[in-house]
């Protein structure tokens, strides 16, 4: 791994921010790719399904590491761990396998993602671009200077639909289904959904939703690094990505612009 952190180092010397980003994850996701069809090692977090591997730890790793060669003067937050306070006011937030429970079990729906922030990442006074790259499809999304693609190929602007006539993709633990106040802020938000879906990727869905694919997503609690990278990607083709509070906690919702305005309109009932 260090020869080959130092050479992706050496080869991206020049590179731009939005190059050294996609670069970044994919690198991050075949490194987690090849190390499960070798073999992994799986503990437990939180609970049975928030689960850490090696090629977690070792993916985050390698894009700290690089990082810490090409922007030395940037700030890193990572899920396992990765920190450096920023010196420039930029800070890079790394997801190094987002859907770890999917990825430890053999299912190709996981990625990498990271995303670039100036200011404070809970608040960013600016979101500069996002990256994420599903290595089981060889397929990476990258939002910079106001533009998303998808494989170097531009992505359109979403178009504008209605919460009945398109897909939600959520997730909503069971620990969460006991908590009265976030079940009833939930249902109320996706009940009239022409259909939900729950896969357990966050930047898997929404770059699923920048596509296209997707008319909408909802999570409560969502951590800086499952949001801050498909939220560039939502932005970027015209839709709206935003943090509502209701039943106790802060749901990301994000989608084309009519779907938005539903789904927050549905939660805001049960402030």
């Not at 940037?74 to 790394?94: K, L, M, N």
């Not at 100036?118 to 499809?137: K, M, N, Q």
Request: with cysteine; aromatic share 6%.
């Amino acid at each position: 791994m260090v020869c080959m952190t130092a050479a992706f180092i050496s080869a991206h010397a020049d590179s731009d921010d939005a190059t050294l980003a996609a670069a970044l994850v994919e690198h991050a996701g075949r490194l987690a790719l090849r190390m499960r069809d070798d073999g992994l090692s799986t503990q437990q977090k939180t609970s049975v399904s928030d689960v850490v591997t090696d090629a977690d730890r070792a993916a985050e790793q390698f894009v700290a590491d690089a990082l810490l060669a090409l922007c030395p003067d940037d700030g890193v937050v990572g899920e396992e761990g990765a920190a450096r306070a920023s010196t420039s006011g930029r800070t890079w937030v790394i997801d190094p396998v987002d859907g770890t429970y999917n990825f430890s079990h053999g299912s190709d729906y996981f990625c990498s993602a990271l995303a670039l922030v100036a200011g404070d990442v809970s608040e960013p006074d600016e979101l500069i671009l996002g990256a994420v790259h599903r290595p089981a499809f060889a397929t990476t999304w990258l939002a910079a200077g106001g533009v998303a693609t998808r494989n170097g190929e531009r992505l359109p602007q979403l178009e504008s639909a209605g919460l009945d006539q398109l897909a939600l993709a959520t997730y909503l633990h069971p620990r969460s289904m006991s908590h009265e106040s976030i079940r009833q802020a939930w249902v109320s938000a996706v009940k009239d959904a022409a259909t939900i879906r729950m896969w357990g990727a966050g930047s898997v869905d929404l770059a699923t939703v920048a596509s296209g694919g997707i008319g909408g997503w909802l999570q409560h609690s969502v951590a800086d690094w499952d949001w801050l990278p498909g939220k560039a990607l939502v932005e970027a083709v015209g839709g709206r990505a935003i943090k509502v509070q209701a039943g106790g906690v802060a749901w990301c919702v994000a989608g084309n612009p009519l779907i938005v305005d539903e789904v927050a309109g549905k939660l805001s009932e049960h402030v």
